[in-house]
Each structure stands twice: as C-alpha cells, then as structure tokens.
C-alpha cells in the first residue's frame, strides 16, 4: 500500500524531546508537518535542523504562542492538509513501527471514515506502563469495522478522546467542517472527537496497544488521570 499519510504534531518549549520524537518517526507516512507554537527555549531551530535533514518533514513556525492547546496550529495543518488521511502525534509520545500502516488498512479495507486502536500510558519519572482509564471499555468491542448508528456512535463516544491513536478519513473533516474548537482553555480533542463520532458512518478498530502516551512530564500542558 502506497503511503498517503500526513501526519501533523504541535510543539511548544520541546527542544529536548525532539530528538526523541524525530528518532521514532514512522517510515510508512507521506509526510510529517512539524508545528511549533511560539517556542522560546531553541525548539524552533532544532525543528529547522531535523527537517533539513528529510524531505517528508516540514517545518511551519509560528510566532506567537496560540490561545490554549494545540486548536490553532492543528487547525492550520488540517486547512492545508492534501492526502486522503490525516493522523496527529504528540511530539513527546511514540508509536510502534507500524501503527499507522495497520490504521490506514484497518479504515481503507473496510470503507470506514477513521480508525482507532489501543494505547498505553508511559510514566514519565518511572518509564513504568499503565492501562489508561477506558481499557475496560475495549473488553466489549470486536476487530473489524463498526457502524457508527445509534447505539455505535453510544459505544464510542465513551472512549477517551485523544486523536493520536487515530487516522481519520480527510473528506470526513472537512465535508463537515469538523476542526479543533478554539479558546483560551484546553480539552480541545473532546469536541473535536465527539463531532467525528458523530458525523462518521463507520470505524475500524485494531484493538492492539500501537502507541505510548508520556504522562507526569514536567511542562506538559496537561496531566492524565483515571
């Protein structure tokens, strides 16, 4: 399967984290798109310096920070996005090499407007593994598409709403103009995955633990709890 992937994360006072976040990129996407949002601690330059070293990494800097999370620069990035599919990563987190390949086929094969998998959450002081809050909720829910109809869309809206362990169909966004709300606060990904849930036919699930959330990071802009 040819790579049609645009991947798109936001940083923000991160310069030592991209080494990290630039070491594990995944060979199966099209094209990273590196935001940063108004650093003032050299991530700018050091995103300059990854991304003049492979074409697929592009770099847009803004100048000031923007109001709240990461609504302003995600939203840019989707208004500029080409390909069919569209993912976000956290410049802190990773994934297993072929999480998004596995995504990509789950959504594609089946026709679904986005995919899902699994996710763990990774200590920050203790490198230790943990369950994130809605495991249990995977307990009921089979590989394979679901149709997103009454009682589906119930099921998954109940899933926390982080984006970065899902690939959504591009059509889907913007035939509904779905994008990240905009304020001075944060939880911006609850909207942004409830209007999806809502305005999508169906999700392909992989219910496999594909990504790694750091949590309890000094400078993060929010915490994890269950």
Known sequence: MTPRVHLYTVCWDEADMLGFFFRHYDPFVERYVVYDDGSTDGTPERIRAFCAQDSRFVPVLL??????????PANVGLDRATSPWVGFVDGDDWAEPDMFEKLLRAAADTGADLSMCKYSEVDDATGQPEEPAD????????????????EGTKTFLRFIAVPWRKLYRRELLDEHSIRFPVSDGFFEDNPFHWFAIVSARSIAVVPEVLCYHRVARAGQTMATAS
């Open 63 to 72: 100048e000031e920070n923007s109001p709240g999370g990461v609504a302003t």
């Open 135 to 150: 495991a249990r909720r995977w307990d009921s829910v089979s590989p394979g598409p679901h149709r997103l109809d009454p």
